[in-house]
């Protein structure tokens, strides 16, 4: 029944930036962690960034000191700021919120494409 809606994707020149964001059909407060994923063409789904209830972050060492995951609880919506794109992160990028109790909400993706 939770939604979550990316956008801020697009194509960008090698070394340029991007914010996506996610926003949700409700209240963030409910979900323990919400985090970004991104999923290139034939390989397998993978975790970029994760920011929990109590601000901690988790970064994949590909992306760690390049982007940066926040949120704003008044409007319901989780961001990630990528700088210093490289081809390697061209993918399609998913919004993922997970609750206490385990349960596990996805996004439709937002993709973005980093050009040499």
């Known amino acids: 029944q939770v939604q979550l809606v990316e956008s801020g994707g697009g194509l960008v020149q090698a070394g340029g930036s991007l914010r996506l964001s996610c926003a949700a059909s409700?209240?963030?407060?409910?979900?323990?962690?919400m985090g970004w994923y991104r999923q290139a063409p034939g390989k397998q789904r993978e975790l970029v960034a994760v920011?929990?209830?109590?601000?901690?972050?988790n970064y994949a060492d590909s992306v760690k000191g390049r982007v940066t995951i926040s949120r704003d609880n008044a409007k319901n919506t989780v961001y990630l700021q990528m700088n210093s794109l490289k081809p390697e992160d061209t993918a399609v990028y998913y919004c993922?919120?997970?609750?206490?109790?385990?349960?596990?909400?996805w996004g439709q993706g937002t993709q973005v494409t980093v050009s040499s």
């Open positions: 993922n919120a997970g609750d206490v109790w385990g349960n596990d909400f």
């Open positions: 920011i929990t209830s109590g601000d901690n972050t």
């Open positions: 409700g209240s963030i407060f409910r979900f323990n962690a």
